[in-house]
């Protein structure tokens, strides 16, 4: 039996405790929050989309894809509904996207505290962990206010993403201490901002449009994704937004001129958009563009695409390739997840440090995010079910 010390009592530190603790180890989850797995209750919407049946190749970015494909390919989709229908909870698919059947995401945090509180998982709330030191016997795990002696421990305090402080997510530092590498946390699954004025207090703001939306890199058409777009103040929201977003952070980052090409019709041609506006504008001799376009869109949106043409060919192309110039993601507060953390070419298969045995990360204080629909959650199972494969 190992002493095995937790620090960060979220999604993947208790899925940690619970494997550990089933395997007969003495587990202890240091928590800084009040209460543990404060970012589950609001996934989903509430709702918590657990995992996806869809193949997981493929939906992450990461410092190492093979890796993360092995480790969420022995413990998937299949294993985390098996986990989660064994505690009790009964699951619903919604277009592949998995989810307790009641949508209720305090209930897979209750289901998973009870599970840990059966097991005598040890939870301790209100313990920032601040550093981590090897001794002879193993680790020192400190806290404010106390020290924790441990055989092993596990590392799963999370990215920066939606956290009050970020500044107490120590994973990068503890990793760097230890002559691990770490990519710096930056913000994905997120809106995006706008460059320059115009994008202040946009008109359009308000409106909620089915779109087709590509990413454009350095002029290069990249990755495509279509849905419910939300036209905010600053710019463009929704998931589309937000799986173009996970791709976008690192070009972003490094000063790469990132744009989004926006189709407001993706069910129609520009050919039968100008014939559309053209018909109306025919039938109705008094109709102005504007007035034209608000037979097609939202009287908000048709306003700003209408904004300086009078020519309906004119208009159904900028209807069907709206050129968003990106100036930068929403930042980390209003994200769902980052993108960086320890570098995942550190760590073996099993999420342990190669170079410090005994030391593992798992969930999303390693360089691994991934796209909407419960890819996140998948992963914070996945690795902890990797890390606890190996302590034995
Ligand atoms: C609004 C929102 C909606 C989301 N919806 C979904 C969804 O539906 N499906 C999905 O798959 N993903 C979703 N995600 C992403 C998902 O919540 C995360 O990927 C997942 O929670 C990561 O788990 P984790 O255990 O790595 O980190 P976390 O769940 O963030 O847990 C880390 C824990 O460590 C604690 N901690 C941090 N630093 C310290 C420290 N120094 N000492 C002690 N404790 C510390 C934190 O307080 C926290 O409790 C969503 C995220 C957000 C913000």
């Known amino acids: ?47 918590c989309n657990l995992t996806n049946l869809e193949n997981l190749k493929g939906k992450y970015v990461s410092s190492d894809p093979e890796k993360v494909e092995a480790v969420t390919a022995r413990f998937g989709a299949a294993e985390i509904m098996d986990f989660f229908t064994g505690l009790g909870l009964a699951l619903k698919s919604r277009e592949r996207w998995i989810y307790p059947r009641n949508d209720s995401a305090a209930l897979v945090s209750r ?33 404010e206010t106390w020290q924790y002696p441990a055989d092993m421990v596990v590392v799963s ?25 770490t990519r710096p946390f930056l913000p994905a699954l997120t809106g995006m901002k706008g460059k320059g004025d115009a994008w202040r207090n946009a008109k359009w703001a308000g409106v909620r449009v089915n779109a087709r939306c590509r990413l454009v890199i350095d002029g290069e058409r990249l990755q495509e994704e279509e849905g419910e777009v939300q036209l905010t103040e600053y710019g463009i929201s929704g998931i589309p937004v937000f799986q173009l977003s996970l791709a976008a952070s690192k070009p972003l980052s490094e000063g790469k001129n990132v744009e989004i090409l926006l189709d407001f019709l993706p069910e129609m041609t520009e050919e039968e958009v100008a014939l559309f506006l053209e018909k109306a504008r025919n039938a109705h001799k008094e109709y102005t563009l504007f007035r034209a376009v608000t037979g097609l869109l939202p009287e908000k949106l048709a306003d700003s695409l209408s904004e300086g043409i009078k020519e309906t060919e004119a ?50 204080a390693c360089d691994v995010a991934g796209r909407c629909g419960g890819f996140n959650l998948t992963w914070a199972f996945s690795s902890a079910a990797a890390a606890s494969l190996q302590i034995s």
């Open 157 to 181: 305090t999370g990215s920066i993403a939606s956290v009050a402080d970020p500044e107490t997510v120590i994973s990068n530092s503890v990793a760097e201490g230890f002559g691990l590498k």
């Open 315 to 364: 208009a159904a192309r900028r209807i069907k390739n709206y050129v968003f110039p990106v100036h930068s993601l929403c930042g980390p507060e209003r994200a769902q997840v980052c993108t960086g953390g320890v570098d995942l070419t550190e760590l073996d298969e099993h999420l342990q440090s190669k170079k410090v045995p005994g030391l593992f990360f798992i969930g999303e």
């Open 111 to 143: 289901f998973l505290q009870l599970e840990a509180a059966s097991l005598k998982v040890k939870v301790k709330t209100r313990e920032r962990v601040t550093g981590i030191v090897r001794t002879e016997e193993g680790f020192t795990v400190h806290t």
């Open 1 to 47: 039996m190992k002493n095995v010390v937790i620090a960060g009592g979220g999604a993947s530190g208790f899925a940690a405790a619970v494997f550990l603790a089933r395997k007969g180890h003495r587990v202890t989850i240091l928590e800084k929050n009040e209460v543990p797995l404060k970012k589950l209750l609001v996934t989903g919407n509430g709702r």
